[in-house]
């Protein structure tokens, strides 16, 4: 078969995904993880991975320089932005119940290339978070113990990209042990340790009661609606992290109730905590008064109680570990993804027989996050992470809209489905554009109002599929909000972050044309394992009609 050949025939074929990771839990090679997750283990997990530190730091960034009080409703805003793609994530998550979350719903619906591009975004997110997330904890501990946040590391040469960091990658290297040990130990630390930071929450709540100043909301939009939105763009990024639920479906005792409950309940305890934080901050201080830096430690010493920052200071380090290690967890798990289809080398995929962790992952995953927490900056580190993530996101999105108008197996074109896609991406790029280049607002009327044709266009295309586990609500509605917000937020990060993107997938197309394409089995083979999970579930198309499109060499979404 020829190069370009190889490359259709597989590149974009739908694949099925075996839901048990091929193998049954103690199979071969001890290849199944274990299933000991309940949905109190995944709204924690979900907690740990979206609160982190942030909720003490960019409240006064986002509140100080862009919103003032509406950072209140700056919160609010960015949580039903995130909340539309963690409702597309939960449909996913509970049809497939397997580890590796994007790249698996990716390759469901798209096919092999679009899933590894997927997965190397997933990567670069993981690995660059969890490094700037242990480089913080480093900063973060040193102010705890009055050393000062850069006293713990040595610069190397050019200070803005170089500096060694011993602690972050002691604790990267730390954690990774800890998640190879076994994912009801790991969720047993990342409980304790949430709750530590939910409870420096709580006590940075109930401490600033007394102190709560009504008339610090007036003028309670100061910098217009523009900065308003502008401060949710910039907070949104405090809520990604909701897709390391659904990275560990594959170890949850009951996907079908507790996956919806995990992500979707994380996501709501964290809105709630963003916003109640945001009136504590906004009621201690007038919001150009409050220090970007550390806006509650030092309200609190404004108000002689310099003992309540060191309080701040051990919930910001609890938060960090707990996101590190959630990170972590993820990042494993897509590595393993990838190993089982060999993109990457299939001792990737190796699950240790005793703990059923996927220890090579884990192992790897360690080295590839410590060595950059090791020498690398964390200003360099934290520029390089967003676009990734917010690329596989409204993949995500486009992927639900995608396989509830579209199935191969039926006879209809998807050509309808592919212009209607465009042209709603489209009006979405050109909105993003708009407000970023204070175009004028006539243009981003016509953007809004195509967006608003194209998505409803989509009620004249016969419905192809329909979960009937867990149906998102309101479709094409919810998934088309999340395209144009995740587009909205992409055209926000700046001309520099496109150039890094754009390397990063030009490395990934290289790595999948040199290597992955050739590792990969052909498509056909692959579709059996899944075939009780997607048959019949689309009201237009029967089981039989799928299994005869299956025998004549056609491949299921």
């Given amino acids: 078969m020829g ?23 103690g199979g071969e090679d001890g290849a199944g993880l274990r299933k000991v997750l309940s949905a109190f283990d995944l709204v924690m997990i979900g907690v740990g991975g979206i609160l982190g530190a942030g909720v003490f730091v960019l409240t006064g960034v986002a509140s100080s320089k862009y919103a003032g009080p509406s950072v209140v409703l700056s919160y609010a805003v960015a949580s039903l932005a995130a909340l539309f793609s963690a409702l597309c994530y939960a449909e996913f998550a509970v049809d497939l119940p397997v580890a590796g979350s994007a790249y ?72 990774s042990i800890l998640l190879s040990l076994g994912i009801k130990a790991s969720s047993l630390f990342n409980n304790v340790v949430s709750g530590i930071n939910l409870l420096a929450i709580l006590f940075v709540l109930c401490a600033s009661t007394p102190f709560f100043r009504p008339a610090n909301f007036v003028p309670f939009v100061p910098f217009g609606i523009k900065g308003m939105i502008r401060a949710a763009s910039i907070v949104f990024f405090t809520y990604i992290g909701f897709d390391c639920v659904a990275t560990v479906a594959e170890e949850v005792r009951n ?36 220090d970007v830096n550390a806006p509650f430690a030092t309200a609190f010493n404004s108000f002689g109680m310099r003992w309540a920052s060191e309080i701040v200071s051990i919930g910001a380090i609890t938060g960090i570990v707990a996101c590190l290690m959630v990170t972590l967890m993820g990042m494993a798990r897509i590595f393993m993804v990838l190993g089982r289809e060999r993109l990457l080398p299939e001792w990737m995929a190796k699950v240790h027989n005793k703990h059923k962790t996927p220890l090579n992952a884990t192992i790897v995953t360690g080295i590839v996050s410590g060595l950059p927490a090791l020498f690398l900056n964390i200003d360099f580190l934290a520029k390089m992470v967003s676009m990734g993530t917010l690329f596989v996101l409204c993949m995500v999105n486009v992927g639900v809209v995608w396989r509830r108008y579209f199935q191969p197996f039926q006879s209809t074109s998807c050509k309808p489905v592919i212009w ?25 009327g016509a953007s809004i109002g195509t967006w608003l044709l194209s998505t409803a266009s989509f009620w004249s295309l016969p419905v192809a599929y329909r979960a009937t586990k867990f149906a998102l ?16 937020l992409m055209c926000s990060l700046g001309w520099e972050a496109y150039i890094r993107f754009l390397v990063w997938q030009a ?38 009609d799928a299994a005869e499109y299956l025998e004549e060499g056609g491949h299921l979404l």
């Fill in 104 to 175: 698996n719903y990716i390759s469901l619906v798209f096919g092999e290339f679009p899933a590894w591009i997927a997965a190397i975004n997933l990567i670069m997110e993981y690995c660059l978070s969890s490094s700037t997330i242990a480089k913080g904890f480093t900063s973060y501990f040193g102010s705890l113990l009055r050393f000062g946040s850069g006293a713990l590391t040595i610069n190397l040469g050019d200070r803005d990209i170089f500096n060694l960091d011993i602690l972050a990658f002691v604790l990267i290297l730390g954690l």
């Fill in 507 to 544: 490395l990934g197309v290289t790595a999948y044309l040199g290597y992955c394409m050739h590792q990969t089995p052909d498509a056909p083979g692959a579709q059996e394992a899944k075939v009780p999970l997607m048959l019949g579930e689309g009201p237009s198309g029967s089981n039989e």
């Fill in 255 to 290: 996907p079908t109730r507790d996956l919806p409950i995990g992500i979707v309940g994380s996501l709501s305890i964290v809105t709630a905590l963003y916003v109640a934080m945001a009136v504590a901050i906004t009621g201690l201080q007038s919001y150009n008064e409050i």
């Fill in 3 to 25: 190069y370009w050949s190889k490359f259709r025939s597989k590149a974009f074929v739908a694949k099925a995904v075996d839901e048990g990771g091929g193998k049954e839990d």
């Fill in 473 to 488: 609500p309101l479709q094409p509605v919810i998934p088309a909000l999340g395209v144009l917000l995740t587009v909205h």
């Fill in 420 to 444: 209607r896609l465009a042209v709603m991406i489209t009006a979405s790029i050109v909105e993003g554009l708009v407000l970023e280049q204070d175009l004028p607002i006539w243009v981003w």
